[in-house]
Each structure stands twice: as C-alpha cells, then as structure tokens.
C-alpha cells in the first residue's frame, strides 16, 4: 500500500470516527470506516420529525429581515444574510448559525381543508376518510423509492406515545406504530448475535468488515488508532466469529441505558440508532413523533396550546424550544458530521422535515403551518433561504374563534409535492383520479374552498425558489 494511499485511509478512518467518536455516545463501530471508500451508492433518505399541540405566533413567526418580494405572493431571502443576532425565531435561535446555509425555512403554507386535531396532518393524512396515506407510508411501499434493494424495516417510526403516520391496509387507512422502546430498535438491527439480523443486514455488515479489514491490516496504522478500531468495532464480534474471520473483538451489548429514561435520553437514543440505521441502509425513512418533553408532559403541553394568544405562554414555549433544540438540532448535527462516498454530508445527501399538527393550537388553525427543512436531497433543494408565500395583497381573513386574522398562503399540498419529488417521485406516482398534488385541497365548507379558488391551480407544483 503506497504512502499516500495510507494516509488518505487514515485520514478518512479519522474523518469517519474522529468527530463522530464524540458526537454519538455509542455506535461509531456501525459508521463506515473508509467514508471515501464506500462501493455503494449513496440513497436519498428522508427524516420527518412531527410535534404535536400546535404551534405560537410568539414561537415560530421570523425575527430575522424581511426576505425580498421576487413575484405576487413570494418571498425569498438568504438566511445568511437576513440573520441578526436574535435568531431566525426564538425556537430557531443562535445554536443553529453554524447550519443557516443547511436550512430552508417557509412561511405561508396552508391547509386547504378544515381540519381539527389531527395525527398525519403534517405528513399529508388531512382527514381520517381522504384516502391519502402519510408521505413516509406511501413512500415506504415504493419500489421506485428503493430501487430494487430491501430494506430491514420500511420505515423506521419512533414515538413513545401517540402516532403520527397513516398506512393503507387494504383500501383502509390506519395508524402506523413504531418503537417506543430504542433498545428494541437496536436489538432489530444491530444484535448480531441473531441469525436472523445477520441475514437481513448482511450488505452492511460485508462492506463494513472488509473496510474493517483493510485498515486493521495497515502496518502504518498506530497502536492508538488500532485501539480506538478495536473499541469502536466491538459489535462486529458475533459477525467476525460467523463469517471465521476476526477472533477477538468485545462482545457486542446494547448500549443504551436500562431503566426509565428522560425525554432527553430516549430522543437522543432515537437519533442515534435511526441515523446509524439510516447510515448503513436498513432503512431510507426515519419518523420521529414528539408530544411530550423534559418539564413538560403532555397534557401540560396541549393545555398550554390554548392559552391565549394575546400573552406568551411560557409552558408551550418550553416543550417547543426542547423540540428544536433536543430533537430538530441534534439531527441536523449528527448528519452534518457524517461525511459519504460522494463527498457530501449525510445531510446534503438527504432531506430532513420539522413541521407540526397545526399553526396555532388555541383556534385549532391550520393557515401558515410550521415547516422548516434541512439538507438538499443531493442538490434538489437549495437551503439557506426563507421562503415566504403569504398572500400579503389579499386581505387577512378570520383563521380561528379568538378574533385573529391571518393571510392565507400557498396550498400545503405543494410542500408534500416537493418532498416527494426531491426523494425521486414524478408526478405521475402519486396523483390519482385525475386530481392535482398529493393530498385532498377541497373542503367541505364552501367559504373555505372560495377562499383559495385563485390558488387552487397550483397544488400540484413544486413550492416556487424552492429549487
């Protein structure tokens, strides 16, 4: 092996687990050794992250300048460029400057349907009878999104209470569970010591022996890099006994705490397995469901959503800043951190969703909801803009029983559009019956459909500067 050729491998073998040896508390051994080196192609995954109870004016309404008006109804900025030092909201705030230019923040979405409390209303189930499954369930039963190989799981869900994704089960629509438990998620994919996870996960398990392999055989590796391979290569102990090739690594446990954990913990132990999983393609789909948070349980979190809008609620506040900050924020580090085969982040090389239930929960509205995204899905979505599509020349309207009244803005449909087609859906795939978009845009109340009749033709694009 010449000079170079080592050094590049230690390098990448530094890449893949320098940062990371401290950004994932256990695990690293499961991330490519040799992120340079990777044989296989990089797949576009998706991450979608919900929270429930609506979100505040207070919370989520910019603090940043005012984007640019580039047509009728859109706006479009540069968050570098718009940011000032309050942050781009107060949930948004200056821990994500050094991931501006990774963000997509929009403003001026609408649900055109009349909807209430609702499970998949962020992933595109509006109402329980519109026969439209979740975006994650619909992508997960695509053949055309996974591309010939088989996943361990479909989709990865991860919820401790409550659900948020929808499933078409012959001809019926019904809620999709997933892990509450990370420890069960882990044994499903990493316990090596079942055949059967053997079999499933043996293209990864291969590909990381044989990079494993190639480094632990390099008469230039140092003695302390050689022991941080063996720590952080522990868990391939089972599949080295199998497969008679490595004799003596430690034997594999599941590293996550035992016991009751905090919310803290049990969301930092979703990320980390469902980014590994994602990582070492068991799945291409991680969902993540928040309804409660440290200091702020459930019932506390939908009681603060009817607080009135006229104060701030500090209660409601809390739960969502622990959302962006514990959830939203770690994933956007952790992938980041991961750098692939064709040199761009795990992230760059994905699309990640943060949205929630409703806008504001004390009227139960559904204009301007919240969407933040993160990652380009390999260069379909330019990040680092705001985008806002609020209607700004149509008088506001009333948008709940407080007395507010808000712009309406641009049919929802159209995000769910633009996620579909940036993970490699046409059109084509997914509209049916001759209708527009993904996801039902005519309600049953006539004022509300009259209300977006001049916008209604376009719910089947693309958001528009998105691209």
């Known amino acids: 092996m010449s000079k170079k050729h080592d050094q590049n491998s230690r390098r990448d073998f530094l890449k893949a687990f320098g940062a990371l040896g401290a950004s994932f508390s256990f695990l690293?051994?499961?991330?490519?050794?040799?992120?340079?080196?990777?044989?296989?192609?990089?797949?576009?995954?998706?991450?979608?992250?919900?929270?429930?109870?609506?979100?505040?004016?207070?919370?989520?309404?910019?603090l940043i300048a005012a984007p640019t008006q580039v047509a009728n109804d859109v706006r479009v900025g540069q968050l570098q460029t718009l940011y000032q030092s309050n942050g781009i909201n107060k949930l948004l705030d200056a821990n994500f400057v050094p991931y501006l230019n990774q963000l997509t923040f929009i403003k001026g979405l609408d649900i055109l349907v009349g909807m209430g409390h609702n499970a998949g209303g962020a992933f595109g189930h509006f109402a329980y009878d519109d026969g439209f499954e979740t975006i994650d369930q619909y992508l997960a039963r695509s053949a055309k999104f996974y591309q010939g190989f088989t996943p361990v799981v479909d989709s990865l869900i991860f919820s401790p209470q409550g659900f948020c994704s929808y499933i078409n089960q012959n001809g019926e629509l019904k809620p999709r569970t997933g892990y509450s438990d990370p420890r069960a998620a882990?044994?499903?994919?990493?316990?090596?010591?079942?055949?059967?996870?053997l079999a499933r996960n043996s293209t990864a398990i291969e590909s990381a022996l044989k990079r494993y392999q190639l480094l632990k055989t390099n008469p230039r590796l140092s003695v302390e890099d050689k022991k941080i391979l063996d720590t952080q290569m522990y868990l391939l102990s089972e599949m080295g006994n199998k497969f008679k090739t490595i004799k003596s690594v430690a034997t594999p446990t599941n590293p996550i705490p035992s016991g009751n954990l905090s919310y803290t913990q049990l969301y930092e132990a979703y990320i980390d397995v469902g980014i590994l999983t994602l990582f070492n393609n068991l799945s291409k789909i991680l969902v993540i469901n928040i309804e409660a948070a440290d200091g702020v349980d459930s019932s506390s979190w939908h009681a603060a959503s009817h607080d009135s809008e006229t104060q701030p609620s500090p209660m409601h506040y809390k739960g969502s800043y622990w959302a962006a900050q514990k959830v939203f924020l770690r994933v956007v580090q952790k992938m980041s951190e991961i750098t692939e085969a064709n040199g761009r982040s795990m992230l760059d090389n994905s699309l990640v969703f943060w949205g929630g239930e409703m806008s504001q929960g004390a009227g139960h509205v559904h204009e301007n909801m919240p969407a933040v995204l993160a990652g380009s899905a390999q260069g379909f979505i330019k990040p680092g803009q705001i985008l806002d599509y609020s209607q700004y020349g149509v008088p506001p309207v009333p948008s709940n029983n407080m007395g507010d009244n808000q712009h309406i803005g641009r049919p929802y449909n159209q995000l769910l559009n633009t996620i579909l087609q940036s993970m490699g859906m046409s059109p084509s795939d997914y509209e049916r019956n001759g209708k527009k978009g993904y996801g039902i845009s005519e309600s049953s109340n006539l004022s509300r459909n009259l209300r977006y009749k001049d916008l209604i033709a376009d719910v089947g694009n693309v958001l528009p500067n998105i691209r």
């Open 186 to 197: 882990f044994d499903l994919f990493f316990n090596l010591t079942k055949s059967s996870n």
């Open 28 to 62: 690293p051994s499961l991330l490519s050794l040799d992120a340079k080196g990777q044989s296989l192609s990089i797949p576009k995954r998706l991450v979608l992250i919900r929270t429930a109870h609506g979100t505040r004016k207070e919370n989520w309404e910019p």
